[in-house]
């Protein structure tokens, strides 16, 4: 009765497990503290969310799909053989590319709350889950990896000499 539903939540699910392990890298990759703890709360919020999903499901009598969470798993792990290859860490664009897929992901389990609150009146199971306020979150979520990403930018994309002349032209 409620394929799509639980094929659209376990999909989620999948992507969470994903984003958990490239997380997990971000966090080892920085040296900075703030860097690092940001990653790690981060990655309790995404545990946190993950869940919020899984409660969902059980609520209308389904289960979390194990094979789909390792799909996730496994699709990170070789999303993370280019990352490695291009080096997540300060100062690589391995490092840029990572943190663009994850405000991407976060940008989709955004869309996945809005989604959930559009249809929650046709599952009263769902009564109680407050899904405009994991929405907000996830936007703060999204806003605060856009700041780590933009930061990235200035130290990855333009590089040292560019930022050099054009800091100079400007005096």
Known sequence: ???????????????????LLLIQELAESHDAPEARDYFLHL???????QCVLEDLLERIGQNPSTLLKAAGRVAAHIGSIKLMWEQVEPGKLGLFEALEILALGVQGKRLLWVALREIAS????????????LELQAIQQRDDIEFWRL???????????RRAVTTHGRD
């Open 122 to 133: 046709w599952f009263p199971e769902w009564e109680g889950i407050d899904f405009a306020e």
């Open 43 to 49: 990655k309790e919020k995404v545990k946190a969310d």
């Open 1 to 19: 009765m409620d394929h799509d539903i639980t094929r659209y939540i376990n999909d989620h699910l999948a992507g969470s497990s994903g984003a």
């Open 151 to 161: 930061h990235a930018a200035k130290d990855i994309l333009a590089g040292v000499e």
